[in-house]
């Protein structure tokens, strides 16, 4: 990655009217619909911006979208990239780096993930308050990371915790349930055993998924404040293990999103 090619993907779309963005939002799987809040949406699919990575997964649609939500100019990522699809760590955070050169101050997140807390129940979201990485490496070990700030970047409090306290105070307001806890990203994308279950939750993980951490680390690089929740979509009980049914997890995804749209949109408001 170089500066080079940065200018020419935002170059690209700031051509197409990308203008000044001030908050960005990376969707995750089955949460696609907060595109429909979107006034005088300009979209672009990522196989047309310079240097993106190309989205490969079925639920994910792949496109940039910028446009208006409760007055504000935002940019949204319908689609994210994983490494279980074959990219490495910079293409996978390559959009956080082009949505802060267009200029956004603020990055909400969010995904969906397995509940291994099992007083979360399939349904839940979780605001993340901290982070496992077991992704196996970083979106910030590449030679010249220096041209793009501190290499030895710090993640004492990777998640702002105005924002998440925001979110709380609205969540509670709005009679949403949301429970807080620690997100551990792992490769994927084979779902645990009962064994790995164990683990993760020795480690002190409350839902685990494959996305979300190296944006993560990346905007903290870029000194962006982050608020990120995951939408629980199955329970991870290794003593009542059930195989994994894509459908349904899709599916529970989309009952939740409505009041994970009202949370952001309520946020979006108030910042």
């Not at 349904?248 to 999103?257: D, L, Q, S, V």
């Amino acid at each position: 990655m170089t500066k080079k090619q940065l200018n020419e993907s935002v170059s690209y779309l700031q051509n197409k009217g990308f203008d000044q963005p001030e908050i960005g939002i990376v969707l995750g799987t089955g949460l696609g619909k907060l595109v429909d809040e979107i006034e005088n949406a300009i979209e672009v699919h990522y196989n047309n911006i310079p240097f993106f990575p190309l989205a490969t997964v079925e639920f994910h649609t792949g496109k940039l979208l910028y446009g208006t939500i409760e007055g504000k100019k935002v940019v949204v990522m319908q689609g994210r990239f994983h490494l279980y699809e074959g990219y490495d760590l910079l293409d996978v955070t390559y959009p956080i780096r082009v949505m802060h050169a267009l200029g956004i101050q603020n990055l909400f997140i969010s995904n969906a993930a397995g509940a291994i807390n099992l007083g979360f129940k399939k349904g839940d979201m979780m605001l993340i308050e901290d982070h496992i990485n077991l992704q196996g490496g970083s979106p910030l070990a590449f030679k010249n990371v220096a041209e793009f700030g501190d290499r030895f970047a710090d993640m004492s409090e990777p998640y702002d915790k105005e924002m998440s306290g925001k979110l709380c105070e609205i969540a509670k307001r709005e009679g949403i349930s949301l429970q807080k806890g620690v997100y551990v990203s792992v490769v994927g994308p084979q779902l645990e055993t009962k064994a790995e279950y164990r683990m993760l939750k020795i480690l002190g993980a409350d839902a685990v998924g494959m996305s979300t951490v190296p944006e993560v680390i990346v905007a903290n690089h870029l000194r962006l404040p982050i608020v990120a929740v995951s939408v629980l979509t199955d329970e991870c009980d290794p003593e009542n293990l059930q195989p994994v049914n894509i459908e349904e997890i899709i599916a529970i995804a989309g009952e939740t999103e409505p009041k994970m749209i009202k949370l952001f949109k309520e946020l979006i408001k108030e910042i």
